[in-house]
């Protein structure tokens, strides 16, 4: 089967973009030029840059054309975060910002819930039982970095000074979980990708059509048992993951 020609259109200009011959601020071929040049419709034109618009790559500015965006990208080192002490916040998401030289605050709610049958087998529990429910919009800067939605069994925190995630002095899971006794020695992260759904859209400011998200399904360990789990949902152009590994 031969490739869509907006598909090939998009990715010849996405590498084009991302080799540096299309730096940021550099504006787009129009969709006349994207025409003659490829031979094709407009309508396959408007595609192709739509599809880029969607990943964040490309953003149009009205009555002067579409240009390269400049993308100031927040580094997750997910291997040795430092979560538990030295310098710095104990906010994973802090330390994102203030490394990449960002003002980092967040919105959350928090309500007593039951576990469904999904976030059960995470946690290891039984579904229906008690845990903390907590949402949170992150930002940079004021513009919309992260969401994330993490659950807690509450015959871990419940009664505790820590048992609401934001109203305590620990900030972050590890530090929180270490004021109550509860030494986390391991987390596991799993990394997929998908389209945002239309409360992404609005929540991260993604553009309409296309827009594609990362998201960490990442879970807390205390000697093989799971004591918090958490979805995490990234735009692709506005985080960069990165593991580094130890090799036996």
Known sequence: M?????LRIAAELRARIT?????????????SQLMQHYGV?????????ALLKGQGLVEGRRGSGVYVRRVGRLVRESHGRSLRTGAGPTSPFARDAARAGRRAHWEHESRHA??????????AVEPGTPVMHTGYRFLADD???????????LSITGGTPVEWPERGTAVGVVARMDAIGVRIDEFVERVTARPAFPTELTALALPRGGAYVLVVERTYYVAGSPVETA??????????????????
């Open 114 to 123: 039951t576990a469904d049958a999904r976030i059960a087998a995470r946690l």
């Open 41 to 49: 419709s407009r309508t396959v034109a408007k595609w192709a840059v």
């Open 143 to 153: 513009e919309p970095i992260q969401l994330s939605e993490s659950w807690e069994p």
């Open 2 to 6: 031969h490739e869509p020609a907006y």
């Open 19 to 31: 080799g540096g011959d299309l730096a940021p601020g550099a504006k787009l071929p129009s969709e």
């Open 231 to 248: 979805d995490i949902v990234f735009p692709g152009d506005r985080y960069e993951l990165v593991y580094r590994v130890p090799v036996d």
